[in-house]
């Protein structure tokens, strides 16, 4: 998915392996490949699956990091973003160029090898709403729907991997994007004023911080009762005190420093998908 989070500035000298992850947000992508990974664990894929469809949206993260770098270059330059690689010169553009060439090839590779159902959907909704983001709809008021798009489809990117099973249950479904929205409220917070210069005007900028704050706390909440409620059978204990938990850290939001309240929604979406191991519906 097309996150953002602002990350360590890249020094003169750093290795250009280190200086190519944070161009393409390594931090955001490691973290929606560990959810894949615990879905696909949940989903009890076959070793090869877990390992295909994983590395499929790996790949496909690095895409999108690279792809938004790389089209946001002259924005960032023009507001010195000095934790950006590209923007310091640190990294020559062209080899982000081939490395996001690489890696678009692999997740198209990757994901076939998990099966032409979860590749379609990777390649076009997950994957590919990343770039439509990148490409220009996080500058409309429609900038909260790839996150939908991607984040939600992201569990049946997983079951479609199996050829025995069908979509994900819609419950899941609508926690996966209720907890993409919230998080790319959350996640657009430390550049509300730099995107503003450059002429981004996506949802978080037309209603403002604290109402996106106070939106986003709303969602991952929502999201995480779905994680509890969705399952058959009835909740354990334990369930709940996750829940009260992630109603903290919700409530955190609303008053942490702009770059905190991103690392809460990656902390409450891994919780919801621990939720869902445990629940085993």
């Known amino acids: 998915m097309p996150v953002t989070a602002r990350t360590v500035p890249a020094r003169p000298g750093s290795p ?21 990974a615990l879905l696909a664990l949940r989903a009890e894929l076959r070793p090869f699956d877990v390992v295909a469809v994983t590395s499929a949206v ?18 960032d ?23 996001l ?3 678009g090839c692999a997740c198209l590779v ?38 939908a798009c991607a984040f939600g489809t992201l569990p049946s990117v997983v079951t479609l991997a199996d050829p025995a099973r069908g979509w994900a249950p819609l419950w899941m479904t609508g926690a996966s994007a209720t907890l993409g929205v919230g998080a790319h409220l959350l996640n657009t917070l430390p550049d509300l004023a730099d995107d503003e210069r450059t002429g981004v005007r996506g ?21 995480s009762l ?19 938990l992630v109603t903290v850290l919700a409530l955190l939001t609303l008053v942490a420093p702009a770059r905190t309240p991103f690392r809460v929604a990656v902390a409450v979406a891994l919780l919801d998908v621990f939720l869902l191991l445990g629940a085993g519906g």
Do not use: M
């Open 203 to 223: 949802l978080p900028h037309r209603i403002g911080e604290r109402r996106s704050r106070v939106l986003a706390a709303v969602l991952l909440s929502a999201a």
């Open 16 to 36: 250009s392996v280190a200086a190519l992850l944070v161009a393409a947000h390594g931090g955001p992508a490691l973290a929606v490949t560990a959810v894949t």
């Open 101 to 103: 060439v690489v890696a």
């Open 58 to 75: 790996f790949a496909g993260q690095l895409t999108i990091g690279w792809g938004n770098d790389l089209l946001d270059l002259c924005r």
């Open 110 to 147: 990757l994901s076939v090898l998990a099966g032409w159902r979860s590749a379609l959907l990777n390649a076009t909704l997950a994957t590919g709403a990343g770039h439509a983001y990148n490409l220009g709809l996080k500058a409309t008021v429609w900038s909260w729907a790839p996150y």
């Open 77 to 99: 330059r023009a507001v010195g973003r000095a934790d950006k690689p590209l923007t310091t010169g640190v990294l020559p553009v062209g080899r982000v160029v081939t490395a």
């Open 226 to 244: 779905l994680a509890v409620l969705g399952p058959a059978g009835t909740p354990p204990a334990w369930a709940w005190a996750v829940l009260a």
